[in-house]
């Protein structure tokens, strides 16, 4: 069998999904303008209020003005994860993050966050978190073949945004994940801009990702959908995204992710991962009172990264489907 070129695989996937693409960019483009009508009803974060998630965490996040979330990322850099007995780097999905954001009629906030942990960490972040008036919302695990066992614990709650960002801090301040008790870490040598064709992935996936040390990840948002959630609009920055990570090399690449769905869409999607030789990991809900209900799937592959993005590529395009078709 001759071997199949990079220039080959993107060609075809570029020639076999262009209805695909052609939907994906008229949705996206429709969602901007969605967004820009829906999002605008959750009043935004103060600059006090920022300070406050700021100060009681004791680390600066990102603010997202287009739908008036601050996330705070919360890597697990004290772990070393294997994953068959290869190294991988903590940002291929080993971060956890919490979020805050106001509800839609601005008399209170919600919180969500994703939390890494050590099976022996579970249960005591469960004590601490319900103490602290925190909810749980979800404990699984995102992977297979991981070493050391991993488990992520979703965590929510409301109220106002000084009170939320003071207790989530008091629920996690004697853990690892408290950003004072993480260790530092140095910057890699080479980082994902000069390991892999970015452009090539990005021709291929139809979206830009973002470099992050060695990894490369995508993060697409669900604005076809409006998902409400303890009174809060549910959007990509808190928790509402389908993503890919790509870590190792061009022609050995591990890739990882997870994919946000409604009921519908779940074995369609399913479907698509194994005629695309991905791994189904796991199916879970992560939140608790959305409406509709979002199920999220997670997945792992390995293979050269062009084939593993067409793959990606071809997941995505099942998302909406049955929405886009009708309006064709």
Not at 5 to 18: H, N, P, Y
Not at 205 to 218: D, E, H, L, S
Not at 246 to 269: C, L, Q, R
């Amino acid at each position: 069998m001759s071997k199949i070129t990079r220039r080959e695989v993107i060609t075809g996937i570029l020639g076999s999904s262009a209805a695909a693409l052609i939907l994906n960019q008229r949705s996206s483009a429709q969602s901007t303008e969605k967004m820009k009508s829906t999002v605008g009803k959750t009043p935004p974060l103060t600059e006090s209020e920022i300070t406050a998630i700021e100060t009681a965490i004791g680390k600066k996040g990102k603010y997202v003005e287009a739908e008036s979330v601050y996330t705070v990322p919360l890597p697990r850099n004290d772990l070393k994860v294997t994953i068959k007995g290869e190294s991988v780097p903590i940002s291929f999905g080993f971060g956890g993050w919490v979020s805050i954001k106001k509800t839609i009629d601005g008399k209170s906030a919600v919180l969500m966050s994703d939390t890494v942990l050590l099976q022996e960490e579970v249960n005591p972040l469960i004590s601490s978190a319900q103490a602290n008036s925190l909810e749980i919302s979800a404990i699984h695990n995102h992977f297979f073949y991981e070493e050391p066992r991993i488990f992520y614990m979703h965590l929510h709650g409301r109220g106002d945004v000084a009170t939320l960002a003071k207790n989530y801090a008091s629920a996690i301040k004697e853990t690892k994940l408290f950003p004072a008790n993480q260790p530092s870490m140095a910057p890699p040598t080479r980082t994902a801009k000069e390991i892999f064709d970015l452009p090539a992935l990005d021709k291929i996936v139809g979206f830009a990702g973002a470099v992050n040390g060695t990894t490369y990840k995508y993060m697409v948002g669900r604005s076809d959908q409006t998902i409400t959630g303890m009174g809060a609009e549910m959007t990509a920055n808190i928790g509402l995204n389908s993503w890919a990570a790509f870590a190792g090399s061009p022609e050995a690449a591990h890739i990882a992710g997870d994919i946000a769905m409604i009921e519908s869409e779940v074995n369609a999607v399913i479907r698509s991962l194994r005629s695309n030789n991905l791994e189904v990991v796991a199916l879970h809900h992560h939140m608790l009172g959305d409406m509709p209900k979002i199920i999220f799937l997670h997945y792992y592959g390995r293979g050269e990264a062009v084939k593993l993005a067409a793959g990606f590529r071809t997941v995505l395009s099942e998302l909406g489907k049955k929405q886009n078709e009708m309006k064709m």
